[in-house]
């Protein structure tokens, strides 16, 4: 029960392992590692992977939590490893598995494919076949706020992989599709909120979601993902995909 | 610039959406209402044919018992079977399959629904039975079982 930074602690780490070319099963695999309070999961991961069993294959790029390249299942919760302390681990035996409802391609590995599809499905990009103006296109501090939580998304799959209704059914276009979707819809510089409600008003869009909070939980960016999605849903049904009126909010330009 | 709008989508699963949040809300009331008024205003023991028949043909308070349970029946019908229908949908993925759950669901919804308003909007209250009732148990507390009128036993074949 290290609660210290340099403490070190002996962990059983239980990997979730799965080789097509060798198992038949996924089978769990068994390890020992010393790491330090201030050691992050990753790090624990990385000491098996070099020290202990070289085919132990997983994802990971900046490790520091911007890339999202690291998602995976943690003691039973989506995170990101490079983003769990060791010191904050309340038992000594840490489980790590790959993100659940994304066929596994090795061990920790997953394919990403079926998640980028449902992203790519809701015009994650800004439309606007206006006229360029000769300087910017201007937008206030309010209209940026409105939608600055979902600007936050690294796309590390951990919402859309944590959601139930995404277990169950594949073909719903989860969380951090609807949160890349209320990026731009709620984009004062944007013209196609129009379309993407259309997109996401179908049976496998919006309405699966059954506000499990899963996602909001999981998401290492902390965006209010549930929120959003709820948004999403309130414009759907009043056309309003404007700045929130505020009580006692003051304009901040003319 | 607070304001920027854009068509409002419309469609089935919205307005089922939105349905549910509604009809939720009016069921918390609705719902909780009718138990408290059966189990704790009144119990059990005396809630009976001539109970909830003499309610029905009150003159001035009948057409509000009959269009509360109206209300109660259709939106929990509704309520709970779209909720069994979207449960359904996370786990049956195909179009085809969700169209015959979807139409067993609104079938035994809509069979239900019909029996219950036919029985709650046409219901003719039995005046000999009711008066006979409170005959046989005139003096008598109402918590306690009641004595059933002599027409009940007569009428047994």
């Known amino acids: 029960m290290a609660a210290t930074d340099t403490q070190k602690r002996k962990l059983t ?35 098996i992977k070099w ?15 911007v890339c999202g390249s690291d998602a995976m299942r943690i003691n039973g919760v989506n995170a990101l490893a490079c983003k769990i302390l060791i010191k904050n681990l309340r038992s000594d035996t840490l489980t790590v598995e790959p993100i659940l409802g994304l066929p596994v391609i090795k061990d ?38 409105r939608f600055d939580d979902t600007t936050k998304c690294i796309l590390c799959a951990c919402c ?18 609807i949160v890349n979707a209320h990026r731009f819809i709620f984009d004062s510089r944007d013209r196609a909120a129009a379309e993407r409600l259309e997109i996401l008003n179908d049976a496998e869009g919006v309405w699966r979601c059954r506000t499990v909070f899963n996602c909001t939980n999981a998401c290492p960016r902390d965006i209010p993902v549930t929120q959003a999605i709820q948004e999403v849903k309130r414009a759907m049904l009043t056309g309003d995909v404007g700045v929130e009126e505020e009580e006692g909010a003051v304009a901040l330009t003319a | 610039m607070a304001s920027r709008r854009v068509k409002p989508t419309g469609g089935y699963e919205l307005w089922w959406w939105y349905f549910m949040r509604v009809s939720g809300l009016l069921l918390v009331f609705l719902a909780l209402g009718h138990l408290f008024i059966t189990h704790i205003l009144n ?10 028949s003499s309610r029905w043909a009150n003159p001035q308070t009948g057409v509000i018992w009959r269009l509360w349970d109206l209300t109660m029946i259709n939106l929990a019908v509704l309520h709970g079977f779209n909720g069994v229908r979207e449960v359904l949908y996370e786990y049956i993925a195909s179009n085809r399959a969700r169209i015959m759950v979807s139409t067993i669901i609104w079938s035994s919804a809509v069979g239900l629904i019909a029996i219950g308003s036919y029985a709650i909007l046409l219901f003719h209250s039995d005046k000999d039975y009711i008066r006979d009732f409170e005959d046989a148990n005139r003096g008598g507390t109402a918590i306690h079982a009641p004595v059933l009128p002599p027409t009940t036993i007569a009428r047994q074949p």
């Open chain 1, 51 to 65: 020290y202990q069993d070289e085919s132990l294959t997983l994802r990971r790029s900046c490790a520091h939590g």
């Open chain 1, 13 to 47: 780490v239980k990997v979730h392992r799965y080789d097509p070319e060798r198992d038949q099963a996924p089978h769990w695999e068994t390890y020992q590692v010393e790491a330090e309070g201030h050691d992050r999961v990753l790090d624990v991961i990385q000491n």
């Open chain 1, 160 to 177: 859309t992989t944590s959601c139930p209704p995404f277990w169950g059914d594949r073909k719903y276009v989860g969380p951090a599709a």
């Open chain 2, 43 to 52: 119990n059990v023991e005396v809630i009976n044919y001539h109970f909830v």
């Open chain 1, 108 to 145: 920790l590995v997953v394919d990403m494919k079926p998640f980028f599809d449902h992203y790519k499905s809701v015009m994650p990009y800004l439309v606007n076949d206006e006229p360029a103006p000769t300087t910017e296109r201007l937008q206030s501090p309010e209209e940026r706020a």
